[in-house]
């Protein structure tokens, strides 16, 4: 992930976005995912998704199912309910804290 | 391009050879290295032994520092068996275990059952060992032994203390009603979190 707190800290929202927007994916094609929609600018390292999805698999946001894909196991993981209700939260938070940052980085455009 | 079973068998001894020692966790990153190793070899035009070793090079630090953060992940089993406690059936439980502990160490004393319980504890630590050591011989999963170190500090605890809270009645009643407790409570817990476990990675089990 481009070295920045700012985006570890959205690290697991970014995540929950996707999976509401694709209904279930693979640790490798969320950071593809997130590769072609900031056309390389931001790069999720595997240090940073694999921790972060394991934590929301415990937390019970997520859910997660395995199959044998391409001679090996594949683990997919889909919000769960829960998780459903949580990004709605956490998508809302973090649209408030783009405005507020945008308030005061650059009041006239913030208008 | 994709990979051979072969090819998919030497990324997994690899990352095995570098510590991904819980089956659950490596599978997932054999996934993941196995992704980027084709794409690798597709864009360009690289056979399988170049795009791996080229990869390695580039990600290794990272991948080994994701199988290291697993070594300290506490908070979530210890915030689960919080929750999976509070539910009428294990406050159920606790109640009567209180109120048995109570009724057995008035009429008996705490020198004949005070020692009996600590029995049964081992009796269950040990048995519950050698079914937790049954389940992970074969292959070690990280969802499953999570949770079975809470188990083993209960019992240092239970071994540190019980001399000092089984001197009076009333502490000997609280100290082994709260063990009991918690020792069954968790051997549920556990048992919960195994059928969790079965049913969202099915395929394993298969």
Redesign the interface.
Known sequence: MKNSQLYKGSLNTIIMKLLEEKGRM???EITQKVKEITKGELNI???????AL??LE??GLL?????????????YYKLTEKGTTETVNRLAELEEFIKNMQTIVNPKLSY | MKLSKESIQSIDNYLKHEGFVYFDIRMEMVDHVANAVEEKMDAENLNFYDAFKSYMIAHKKEIVKQNKEHGFYFKEPILNFIKFCFNPFIFLMGGLIFFSLNFLLTKFGIQNIGNSILWVILIIYLVFGFWHFLFTRKKMYFYVEKNFWILFVFFHITNFFKSSFNSELQSAIIFNSLILFLFLSFILFYFSEIRKFRTHYEYLFE
């Not at chain 1, 859910?63 to 683990?75: A, G, I, Q, Y």
């Open positions: 693979y640790g490798y390292t595997e240090g940073a998704l694999y921790p394991h934590k415990a937390e859910d997660v199912e395995v199959e044998k894909v391409d001679n090996r196991l594949r683990k």
